[in-house]
């Protein structure tokens, strides 16, 4: 199971950290990954970090969203900033056990959280 936190509320261009912890403790055996799903649109990837520590973004998030991880509290962070209304979603994260090809695939994730809703909004 996963478990989101950080959603909420934020003004344009505002900041944003989305939390994710595995609650079985894998999280440093597993793929890691945040997609999101705005309101009628098909769910997207935004950013992985890869068992071996390589991240991934897409290009909508690069150098505005920064993944990092606490391995002390087994939790991985989406960092989230110059927030746009574009931005405004669910965000899922993800968990598996995923071959690179699939990286940015949702059907390559095995795990989901619950979703975490993000509004931009003045």
């Known amino acids: 199971q996963l478990v989101e936190s950080g959603g909420g509320l934020v003004k344009p261009g505002g900041s944003l950290r989305l939390s994710c912890a595995p609650s079985?403790?894998?999280?440093?055996?597993?793929?890691m990954a945040w997609f999101r799903q705005a309101p009628g649109k098909k769910r997207e990837f935004v950013a992985a970090?890869?068992?071996?520590?390589?991240?991934y973004y897409d290009d909508s998030a690069k150098g505005r969203f920064t993944l990092s991880r606490d391995s002390n509290r087994n939790t991985m962070h989406l960092q989230m900033s110059n927030l746009g209304p574009e931005d405004s979603a669910v965000y899922y994260c993800?968990?598996?056990?995923?071959?690179?090809?699939?990286?940015?695939?949702?059907?390559?994730?095995?795990?989901w959280g619950q979703g975490t809703l993000v509004t931009v909004s003045s």
């Open positions: 970090r890869r068992r071996d520590g390589h991240l």
């Open positions: 079985d403790g894998t999280f440093g055996r597993r793929d």
């Open positions: 993800a968990a598996g056990t995923v071959i690179l090809s699939q990286t940015r695939d949702e059907s390559g994730y095995s795990f």
